[in-house]
């Protein structure tokens, strides 16, 4: 059996070959569980982020970001997540990630405040609707 075993690593190759198995492993692992150690999972609609909610952490369903850089113009965007950093929890467990978001027209850059447990991180790649606060109280009330 040791002799298999180092005749495999003798091979040119075989190094590399445990290295990107390895590394395959750990990208699925990310990509499957998330932070918190639960089974992520897709959402089922387009989730939308209003901006310029206060800094309470998001609910699910009512996503909250503040703007950090950039012009949010009013009305309702589609916009593409390029982004998601500074994901480590606070004291009281709520994270508060940064994100840059493509509007097509311009790229704002906002904080996404959460708890891992309830709700997920923004994924690159994701497409949300993004609104800043007085669009979303308007659509509200109405």
Not at 5 to 31: D, E, N
Not at 85 to 110: K, M, Q, V, Y
Not at 125 to 135: K, P, S, Y
Request: aromatic fraction near 4%; proline fraction near 6%; charged fraction near 25%.
């Amino acid at each position: 059996m040791k002799r298999r075993i180092r005749s495999f690593f003798a091979r040119p190759g075989s190094l590399l070959l445990v290295l990107v198995i390895v590394l395959a492993a750990g990208w699925l692992h990310r990509a499957v569980f998330s932070a918190e150690g639960g089974v992520s999972s897709a959402p089922e609609s387009q989730r939308t982020v209003v901006v310029g909610l206060t800094e309470s952490p998001s609910e699910p369903g009512e996503l909250h970001g503040t703007l950090v850089a950039g012009d949010l113009p009013s009305g309702v965007h589609e916009a593409e997540v390029l982004s998601d950093r500074d994901c480590a929890p606070d004291s009281e467990g709520i994270s508060h990630c940064l994100n840059e978001l493509d509007l097509g027209t311009n790229r704002i850059t906002i904080r996404h405040h959460h708890r891992m447990r309830q709700v997920p991180c923004l994924r690159p790649g994701e497409t949300v609707t993004v609104m800043n606060e007085a669009t979303y109280e308007a659509r509200r009330s109405s």
